[in-house]
């Protein structure tokens, strides 16, 4: 959603060889929300000082390059094979969803008491003013829209204004913030993971979102987003205990209750970030009007399901 992705042919010498090359978005209100958000200096840093050696399949970089004053940058990265079937809106299955959690808990595990992270003053925790500042800003910019598109499909929403919406969010950023923290990705959803079509794989690309936070935050939106309804509503407790096995098994032990705590209180994170997909993208294009529907009433049955209310 935040930027141009384009596969570039190569014919060098020995054959063809594929890049993916990743520019910053032709879009005003994308690159104000880059430069309000720090995501483009955020995905560069994390790609160099900490992906690089963290337990987690992620695309090789090349090069890269940054104009820190307009926020304009370029990445040029592996280009992986994957297996172009799956679909955000259609949602993931279990199988997909277990590697990704399998591939999140390494991440969360290793990373899991680490005190540099809390100086690297690129990488914000959830209650870091940058991050506040982006995420109420999207949410009364786009929470309009969003609710709009919400009605054009005949779906009821509690009622809630754009400025106690991003108040709401606020308080969860800085409430969910007090719990011991990890590496997180925060962008977990299925347009953001390569599930290979020969193996039971998965490489998990755009780390523009990267924070300092609580390792269900990253379940959260995994589940809230990348499932259908239908599903989550099924597998949703058995997927957070194989979370927590899973970082069991990196010698990180987290209760199924204190994950289950914050993966509820995380919830509304997705509302967010769904209110951010119109104000980033057009939503006349089909395909981004379908995917802010899909995130954000995914988002909203899922707060009603765990009994969350919007009312002020």
Same mark, same amino acid.
């Given at each position: 959603m935040l930027g141009e992705i384009f596969k570039l042919t190569i014919d060098t010498d020995t054959g063809i060889e594929f890049v993916i090359a990743k520019f910053s978005s032709q879009s005003k209100e994308a690159m104000d929300n880059a430069k309000r958000g720090g995501i483009h200096e955020r995905e560069l840093r994390c790609y160099d000082e900490l992906l690089s050696q963290t337990p987690i399949s992620v695309p090789h970089i090349y090069a890269s390059w940054l104009d820190a004053e307009s926020s304009e940058y370029l990445i040029l990265q592996e280009f992986?094979?994957?297996?172009?079937?799956?679909?955000?809106?259609?949602?993931?299955?279990?199988?997909?969803?277990?590697?990704?959690?399998?591939? /999140?808990?390494?991440?969360?595990?290793?990373?899991?008491?680490?005190?540099?992270?809390? *100086? !690297? $003053? +690129?990488?914000? /925790?959830?209650?870091?003013?940058?991050?506040?500042?982006?995420?109420?800003?999207?949410? *009364? !910019? $786009? +929470?309009?829209?969003?609710?709009?598109?919400?009605?054009?499909?005949?779906?009821?929403?509690?009622?809630?204004?754009?400025?106690?919406?991003?108040?709401?969010?606020?308080?969860?950023?800085?409430s969910i913030a007090n719990n011991q923290s990890t590496l997180i990705h925060s962008d977990l959803r299925a347009d953001n993971l390569l599930f290979s079509p020969k193996d039971p794989s998965v490489v998990i690309v755009d780390w523009q979102g990267c924070s300092y936070a609580p390792p269900a935050f990253d379940i959260a939106y995994l589940l809230v987003q990348s499932l259908t309804v239908r599903d989550r509503r099924e597998h949703e407790l058995g997927l957070l205990q194989f979370f927590s096995e899973c970082l069991a098994n990196e010698g990180l032990i987290i209760s199924l209750d204190e994950i289950l705590n914050i993966y509820k209180e995380s919830i509304l994170y997705n509302l967010a970030i769904a209110c951010a997909v119109p104000v980033v993208n057009d939503v006349n294009v089909p395909r981004v009007k379908d995917l802010a529907f899909s995130m954000a009433s995914r988002a909203l049955t899922a707060l009603d399901d765990h009994e969350i209310s919007l009312a002020p």
């Open positions: 992986i094979d994957y297996d172009q079937s799956v679909d955000q809106i259609k949602g993931i299955t279990i199988s997909h969803a277990k590697l990704v959690i399998k591939e /999140a808990a390494a991440m969360h595990a290793y990373w899991w008491g680490n005190d540099d992270l809390q *100086k !690297l $003053g +690129w990488l914000p /925790a959830l209650n870091d003013e940058r991050r506040r500042t982006n995420l109420t800003t999207v949410t *009364k !910019l $786009g +929470w309009g829209a969003l609710k709009q598109i919400i009605q054009d499909e005949g779906v009821a929403i509690q009622e809630i204004s754009k400025n106690q919406l991003a108040e709401k969010i606020d308080s969860m950023l800085c």
